[in-house]
Nanobody
Framework: QVQLAESGGGSVQAGGSLRLSCAAS????????MGWFRQTPGKKREGVAV???????KYADSVKGRFTISQDSANHTLYLEMNNVQPEDTAMYYC?????????????????????WGQGTQVTISS
């Protein structure tokens, strides 16, 4: 029932910024963890940044200090502000949701437990 739709991907030069958005619909749960995951060809999907209904956030070490995850609860929209992007950030970025009172650290790492996925939006960073 939960549907996620990403937008905001594109091509940006290294050092630039990008803002990804994820619009959620059909979500009536009071507890959840939502975030962003990315995948490049030949590699497994990995967690980038997540947040939960307790207001906690968790970032992958590779993006700490550069990316910021946030949400507009009233509009059911999740955001990822990407600053000082680097070529290694190039990937397909997916919005995801895991229902329940999930610890943010578990949410970031437990990709197998994700309940819903968006279609993905491509982010390409040129050097």
């Amino acid at each position: 029932q939960v549907q996620l739709a990403e937008s905001g991907g594109g091509s940006v030069q290294a050092g630039g910024s990008l803002r990804l958005s994820c619009a959620a619909s059909g979500h009536s749960h009071s507890s959840y963890c939502m975030g962003w995951f990315r995948q490049t060809p030949g590699k497994k999907r990995e967690g980038v940044a997540v947040l939960n209904t307790d207001g906690q956030t968790k970032y992958a070490d590779s993006v700490k200090g550069r990316f910021t995850i946030s949400q507009d609860s009233a509009n059911h929209t999740l955001y990822l502000e990407m600053n000082n992007v680097q070529p290694e950030d190039t990937a397909m970025y997916y919005c995801a949701a895991e229902l329940g009172p999930v610890r943010v650290s578990w949410c970031l790492a437990s990709i197998r437990d994700i309940d819903y996925w968006g279609q993905g939006t491509q982010v390409t960073i040129s050097s």
